[in-house]
């Protein structure tokens, strides 16, 4: 069983459904295999043992009544910003610490309806507000390549789940980076829809116009295959697109002769490190070797992307968090008066980071200085837009790191602009909505540490995943990076 919890999505399903193992045997061997490794890697803020077992059984009925099921017996990690009906969802703050979710999610319930098994929900940086998750209000989560690094942020749990073989599959959520800069650092795929591809609907908001959730998983074939199935309009959400989705998985090409590859003029490498630009100097060439041909193409206003988004998406957040006040749900302490109780709860509820940023986006937001800076700001996204639509009329896909170096150890990071700039290569895709995907493509030390995983950032224009899929898929078959999987683990360094 533990052999078969390696193999991919879709050969797990297969077997499932052909009964030759069956779900409620691979809920136990996830679980199990939870229960041994993550006291060490601190993925799962809940594990829902008896809910993973009451689904695999009802698996098992509908595949003994007939029904064929994508993801049957499927093990799933679902980042706790993810309403789950009737388990703990935190957004890894105290001021959700003990709230219970009243509904599913939809990108969680078509994963669920299609066999997956719920095994729990993963740790995050608060509100997804963080590139390392250190900013957990509720647990510290380790890089399972080297526990003393931080696995990334801000979906590092569900990173860190696929990586560790702990679930097959997983769901982050990705508003600036969150599922491609950890999937990098933890040697997994990770992608990013188009915004409005997938729906939001059960999705805790930090930045409504920028929050998408997207598939992690040990291969390119696996995370094309989660998302087919959560893809498509969802009446529940008024952003989600109608356009028809167009089916990825099995998608694939042997090679990419005839496909233009972009390398961005204003991506330039020489400031990494020498060995984490080693390494992508040879993942380009690996395109090439594929039969892509590489041109260079300009993203001027790139250079903005970051003081751009750290504008928006904190005005966003400021909105979307003045819900959490101690009335409704959540935690609430009390004051001698309503306006003293908003006070007390959102001191005692929130972190730093969060508050920090909630400061910067009421401030961006407030009389006087709204045209200044979110209006400036959102005229700055729309050339960040613009710039892709040029590029990409010279090109059909665009390559550049995932992040400009390989996971750091924790508190190595302790001012925040350092830690926003681990956004750098990710967030000009997030500001111009288009899809994006990580692919491990090597290795290479950080602050001179251990060899560490590295990924390759490709992206392609709005609702072009089915050729985003192709492309990564053909690069990870030839490089094989993903291969080299996480060490055993051991115990917890002091």
Same mark, same amino acid.
């Given at each position: 069983?533990?052999?078969?919890?390696?193999? +991919?999505?879709?050969?797990?399903?297969?077997?499932? =459904?052909?009964?030759?193992?069956?779900?409620?045997?691979?809920?136990?061997?996830?679980? +199990?295999?939870?229960?041994?490794?993550?006291?060490?890697?601190?993925?799962?803020?809940?594990?829902?043992? %008896?809910?993973?077992?009451?689904?695999?059984?009802?698996?098992?009925?509908?595949?003994?009544?007939?029904?064929?099921?994508?993801?049957?017996?499927?093990?799933?990690?679902?980042?706790?910003?993810?309403?789950?009906?009737?388990?703990?969802?935190?957004?890894?703050?105290?001021?959700?610490?003990?709230?219970?979710?009243?509904?599913?999610?939809?990108?969680?319930?078509?994963?669920?309806?299609?066999?997956?098994?719920?095994?729990?929900?993963?740790?995050?940086?608060?509100?997804?507000?963080?590139?390392?998750?250190?900013?957990?209000? $509720?647990?510290?989560?380790?890089?399972?390549? %080297?526990?003393?690094?931080?696995?990334?942020?801000?979906?590092?749990?569900?990173?860190?789940?696929?990586?560790?073989?702990?679930?097959?599959?997983?769901?982050? =959520? %990705?508003?600036?980076?969150?599922?491609?800069?950890?999937? /990098?650092?933890?040697?997994?795929?990770?992608?990013?829809?188009?915004?409005?591809?997938?729906?939001?609907?059960?999705?805790?908001?930090?930045?409504?116009?920028?929050?998408?959730?997207?598939?992690?998983?040990?291969?390119?074939?696996?995370?094309?295959?989660?998302?087919?199935?959560?893809?498509?309009?969802?009446?529940?959400?008024?952003?989600? =697109?109608?356009?028809?989705?167009?089916?990825?998985?099995?998608?694939?090409?042997?090679?990419?002769?005839?496909?233009?590859?972009?390398?961005?003029?204003?991506?330039?490498?020489?400031?990494?490190?020498?060995?984490?630009?080693?390494?992508?100097?040879?993942?380009?060439?690996?395109?090439?070797?594929?039969? /892509?041909?590489?041109?260079?193409?300009?993203?001027?206003?790139?250079?903005?992307?970051?003081?751009?988004?750290?504008?928006?998406?904190? +005005?966003?957040?400021?909105?979307?968090?003045?819900?959490?006040?101690?009335?409704?749900?959540?935690?609430?302490?009390?004051?001698? %008066?309503?306006?003293?109780?908003?006070?007390?709860?959102?001191?005692?509820?929130?972190?730093?980071?969060?508050?920090?940023?909630?400061?910067?986006?009421?401030?961006?937001?407030?009389?006087?200085?709204?045209?200044?800076?979110?209006?400036?700001?959102?005229?700055?996204?729309?050339?960040?837009?613009?710039?892709?639509?040029?590029?990409?009329?010279?090109?059909?896909?665009?390559?550049?790191?995932?992040?400009?170096?390989?996971?750091?150890?924790?508190?190595?990071?302790?001012?925040?602009?350092?830690?926003?700039?681990?956004?750098?290569?990710?967030?000009?895709?997030?500001?111009?909505?288009?899809?994006?995907? =990580?692919?491990?493509?090597?290795?290479? +030390?950080?602050?001179?540490?251990?060899?560490?995983?590295?990924? $390759?950032?490709?992206?392609?224009?709005?609702?072009?995943?089915?050729?985003?899929?192709?492309?990564?898929?053909?690069?990870?078959?030839?490089?094989?990076?993903?291969?080299?999987?996480?060490?055993?683990?051991?115990?917890?360094?002091?």
């Amino acid at each position: 069983m533990s052999d078969l919890l390696a193999a +991919a999505a879709g050969e797990i399903a297969r077997r499932v =459904s052909s009964r030759d193992v069956s779900a409620a045997d691979m809920a136990d061997a996830a679980l +199990a295999r939870i229960a041994a490794r993550d006291p060490a890697i601190g993925a799962f803020l809940t594990v829902t043992a %008896d809910l993973a077992r009451e689904r695999a059984r009802a698996v098992d009925a509908r595949i003994t009544d007939g029904e064929r099921l994508p993801l049957a017996g499927v093990p799933l990690a679902i980042k706790d910003n993810m309403c789950l009906a009737g388990t703990r969802t935190t957004c890894a703050s105290r001021i959700l610490e003990n709230f219970i979710a009243p509904y599913t999610g939809t990108a969680v319930a078509r994963l669920l309806d299609a066999g997956a098994i719920p095994l729990g929900k993963t740790n995050l940086d608060e509100f997804a507000m963080g590139s390392s998750c250190e900013n957990s209000a $509720l647990g510290v989560t380790r890089n399972p390549y %080297d526990l003393a690094r931080v696995p990334g942020g801000s979906s590092g749990g569900a990173v860190a789940s696929v990586a560790a073989g702990m679930a097959s599959v997983s769901l982050g =959520s %990705d508003t600036g980076g969150s599922i491609r800069e950890p999937a /990098a650092f933890c040697n997994v795929v990770g992608m990013k829809p188009t915004y409005g591809r997938v729906s939001r609907y059960g999705l805790i908001a930090f930045a409504s116009s920028l929050d998408q959730i997207g598939p992690i998983a040990a291969n390119v074939d696996d995370a094309a295959l989660v998302y087919d199935i959560m893809a498509g309009r969802d009446p529940f959400d008024a952003t989600s =697109s109608a356009r028809p989705v167009e089916p990825c998985f099995g998608a694939r090409r042997d090679d990419l002769r005839g496909v233009r590859v972009g390398v961005v003029r204003e991506f330039d490498l020489a400031a990494l490190e020498p060995g984490v630009r080693a390494a992508y100097e040879t993942a380009y060439r690996d395109l090439e070797k594929l039969g /892509a041909e590489l041109v260079e193409v300009r993203l001027p206003t790139a250079d903005y992307g970051v003081a751009t988004y750290y504008l928006i998406a904190p +005005a966003e957040c400021s909105s979307n968090l003045a819900r959490f006040d101690g009335m409704r749900y959540g935690l609430r302490v009390e004051g001698a %008066d309503v306006a003293a109780t908003y006070e007390a709860t959102r001191a005692a509820g929130f972190g730093d980071e969060v508050k920090r940023r909630i400061l910067i986006g009421t401030h961006a937001l407030s009389s006087g200085y709204y045209d200044a800076y979110y209006v400036r700001a959102q005229k700055a996204r729309t050339l960040i837009a613009a710039d892709f639509a040029k590029a990409f009329a010279s090109c059909d896909a665009i390559a550049c790191p995932s992040a400009a170096s390989a996971a750091f150890t924790f508190n190595a990071k302790t001012d925040p602009v350092s830690m926003y700039l681990m956004d750098y290569y990710t967030i000009p895709m997030s500001l111009a909505g288009i899809p994006a995907i =990580s692919v491990p493509c090597g290795w290479a +030390a950080t602050d001179g540490g251990p060899q560490m995983p590295l990924g $390759l950032q490709l992206c392609t224009p709005l609702f072009a995943e089915r050729e985003l899929f192709e492309i990564a898929g053909a690069y990870e078959r030839a490089t094989n990076h993903a291969a080299r999987r996480a060490p055993s683990f051991g115990e917890v360094p002091a």
